[in-house]
């Protein structure tokens, strides 16, 4: 009796080990990307090529932002989670421990080209020059009046500066579940507030809380859809901006005309070139415990930053992508080889 009760209880784990790693030990036959939705058009421009190969089923993309995409990246090792993430910004330490705890334990990372934040109104021929510490002044919840931290006061961009426009401050800005509003507040808000002497004296923790928090009296609108919703509000509405990504301006410049940003037009020699203050780079995380298990995944990575994709003439450069510099791309073609 010892004995079978000793075999049944073997039988018992076994099937729970297998229960636990049968979902990965299938094949599921389509890749599946989440994330970004500056990075959306790139990875459904690379499933496009992809597919037409014939060799392997077209992959599918979603856009959900970089934090919700992380989320869902997050969630777990097996088929009814994502295999690729597109993100606009790096992970963080907090969004590898949220992988971790749900045993996604290795990620690879692969950068494969740049792109730049912009602010622009509808097409007018009166676009404005601004700095960073006047678009933070004119975006953050509270800031620095006398000497002391207040709520935002500011009405007009003119109100921030003499210099500037007497025009209504009205901005359509990224969520905070978008890579684009993290990188805002990373490029724009972080280093013109931590200038302030006032916000000096705070602790780090509130410093950082104070500098991340944009305006809530309705002259910042987050915007959680898709680009292409605001362009109406901003053409029926001369004196709002939006936030957009530089690739969206580029495609666009019948409709829209940026700000520079300290004298710099956005383009791709600015941004390539690193004089352009608001730019980043953009990224793909591929669950390497899917690899092998869901067929071409790897195969997608390498046509992602191929010669032909996101080389300098490649197919990306219609997306407005700024390429990498030669050097930076083949090491990041190596380590999609190396999967």
């Given amino acids: 009796m010892l004995k079978k009760r000793h075999l049944v209880s073997i039988g018992a784990l076994l099937l729970v080990v297998m229960a636990g790693s049968s979902a990965i030990a299938q094949v ?24 037409k190969s014939g060799k392997y089923k077209i992959p599918v993309a979603e856009s959900n932002g970089t934090g919700d995409g992380f989320k869902l ?7 009814d989670t994502p295999d690729i993430m597109d993100a606009s910004r790096p992970i963080t330490a907090s969004e590898r421990a949220a992988c971790l705890a749900k045993d996604v334990r290795d990620i690879d990372e692969i950068k494969f080209g740049f ?27 509270t800031v620095p009046v006398n000497g002391q931290l207040v709520a935002n006061p500011y009405r007009n961009w003119s109100d921030v500066d003499a210099s500037l426009p ?6 359509f800005g990224p969520a905070s579940n978008h890579g684009t509003r993290d990188k805002f507040v990373e490029l724009v808000m972080m280093p013109a507030c931590k200038k302030v002497p006032a916000i000096k004296a705070l602790a780090a923790d509130a410093a950082k809380k104070l500098c991340a928090t944009v305006r809530e009296d309705g002259q910042w609108v987050d915007v959680t859809e898709d680009y292409a919703l605001v362009m109406g509000k901003l053409k029926n509405d001369k004196s709002a901006v939006g936030i957009f990504t530089f690739s969206y301006l580029d495609q666009n410049r019948d409709k829209i005309e940026a700000a520079t940003i300290d004298h710099v037009a956005a383009s791709v020699a600015s941004i390539s070139a690193g004089t352009y203050a608001i730019s980043r780079p953009l990224f793909i995380y591929i669950k390497h415990a899917h690899l092998g298990k869901v067929p071409g995944l790897g195969d997608f990575v390498r046509e992602f930053v191929s010669d032909k994709a996101s080389g300098s003439d490649g197919y990306f450069t219609d997306k407005s992508l700024v390429a990498l510099p030669t050097k930076m791309l083949r090491e990041q073609q190596a380590l999609a080889k190396d999967l």
Avoid: M, W
């Fill in 28 to 51: 599921r036959e389509t890749i599946r990307i989440v994330g970004s939705s500056t990075v959306f058009p790139f990875a459904t421009t690379v499933a496009e090529h992809f597919g």
């Fill in 115 to 141: 792109d730049g934040i912009v602010v622009a109104q509808a097409k007018q021929g009166s676009a404005f020059n601004l700095t960073l510490d006047q678009l933070y002044r004119a975006v953050a919840k």
């Fill in 73 to 79: 990246f997050c969630g777990g090792v097996g088929l």
């Fill in 166 to 171: 007497k025009r209504p401050i009205f901005i």
